[in-house]
């Protein structure tokens, strides 16, 4: 059983989960995932940050963070939630733990009222892949640090309206 909690991005267990998933990028890719991210963004009510734990021990995590329109991206909607650092420690994979912390983060935006999540992967991930694909995310067109690169893959899913969620304060387009 996954014991899914609201964790800080820059929180101990947070920040040891990440440094293992950009070691998989490392050995993947040859470098670590350079898109920028802020604590700061994963915080409510514009983000979201979550880490599962195995018999006490923090074994996967993910997080999103409010996006909207950008000039820059022309993918990004107001109303996006980007899903990133979604991770399951090698010994604890095959469980189903990576679609729950999916689950509760698409949960979480849409209670926030986001509209659609969104995120990036790629192509050296096929596991990843195949899971966002079985959960219903639909290719789009490249985005953020990666909108370019050959082997990026970017995928987004419309959330359901969750009821009782309405815009955020705070948000510029009145999105939270």
Do not use: N
Request: glycine share 12%.
């Amino acid at each position: 059983m996954l014991d899914l909690r609201p964790t800080a991005f820059d929180h101990p267990d947070a920040v040891r989960l990440i440094a293992e998933v950009q070691a998989v990028y490392r050995e993947r890719y040859g470098d670590e995932d350079i898109t920028p991210l802020d604590p700061a963004q994963f915080a409510p009510p514009l983000g979201h940050f979550t880490v599962g734990y195995a018999g006490g021990i923090a074994v996967a995590c993910g997080g999103w963070r409010a996006r909207g329109r950008d000039g820059a991206d022309p993918e990004l909607r107001d109303g996006d939630a980007e899903i990133k650092r979604m991770y399951v420690a090698a010994a604890h994979r095959g469980r189903g733990y990576a679609r729950a912390v999916l689950a509760e983060l698409e949960r979480t935006a849409a209670a926030r009222g986001r509209r659609r999540t969104i995120l990036e992967t790629g192509t050296r991930q096929p596991e990843a892949i195949a899971l966002y694909r079985s959960e219903g995310y639909a290719p789009i067109p490249g985005f953020g640090a990666y909108r370019c690169e050959p082997d990026s893959r970017c995928f987004a899913k419309t959330l359901p309206l969750a009821c009782g969620a309405g815009p955020s304060q705070g948000s510029p387009a009145g999105f939270g």
